[in-house]
């Protein structure tokens, strides 16, 4: 059975859950940025989130909506991104056993990171094993709760709250700017837009590569392709969700997507102007709002900088001119 699609109001709860617990993280604007596109941007600063990211909003949400006996057992999320750092994350300011499947390739960094929020970590071999068998396996032998990263009614109100806070910090905005993923982030925020600043145009932006949402946006179906080649690693999704979806067409403008170079173009922006680490995959909105991909000239717009979760030695290596 499908559960109900999530509404204005479970965006409202989870403010409520996150009061206090999550960042509120700034509102950044730059002449330099606004020069380039002739518009008003407001960027949503959530690499400065806790855990690095706007999923923290999400994981924290679904887990303390759980009935008390329920998540008293623990949780259960494979990821090896942002999502799983959240969950550990949230799972330790709760008090709640947290298991997270990863494959045993996973970064070192990202592996200790995870333990060091008191996570226990599940390795598997990523070319023989099946993570979401394993991962329901466990969780049913230990009576652990799944938490999936955006197919999920709380963990889509979670992340809405993120343009709950930044439209009441901005006022009324004529268009809002997410990165699209598994659309957890998109679907969430498009929730809280469209009641906060009606009439409000929402845009999802994807690697090139993975254009699956764009698709599956303008032919009405779920469309599923393989694992993209994209350095937006937390965009590497393969498909949409059965709930992010159906909010998405239901209240997105459109969906445009942007190519690896110039995300690279982005993440040296954000260095060089606006002094912020922000992650490729972070950098989607903002590299859709620079780049033209959607007409933001004389409009105020809201634009989300997902996360800041990024080896040094990559990002190095990524923002370092071209010798
Ligand atoms: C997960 C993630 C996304 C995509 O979010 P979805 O909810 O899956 O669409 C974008 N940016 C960052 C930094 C992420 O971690």
Redesign the pocket.
Known sequence: MQAALPTFADVADAAHRLQGVAHRTPVLTSRTADAMTGAALFFKAENLQRGG???FRGAYNAISALPEAVRARGVLAFSS???AQAIALASRLLGVPAVIVMPEDAPAVKVEATRGYGAEVVSYDRYSQDREALGREIAGARGLTLIP??DHPEVIAG?GTLALELIDETGPLDMLVA????????AGCALAAAERSPGIQIYGVEPEAGDDGRRSFHSGQIVRIPVPRTIAD??Q?TYLGNL?FPVIRQRVTDIVTVSDAELVETMRFFAARMKLVV?P??C?AAAAVLHGRVDVRGKRVGVVI??G?VDITAYARLVAPAA
């Open positions: 990211a706007f999923k991104g942002n999502h990263p955006y992340q990165c699209l993923g598994g659309g957890g982030q998109l937390g965009a999704t992010t992650e995959t972070g989607l997902s996360g979760n």
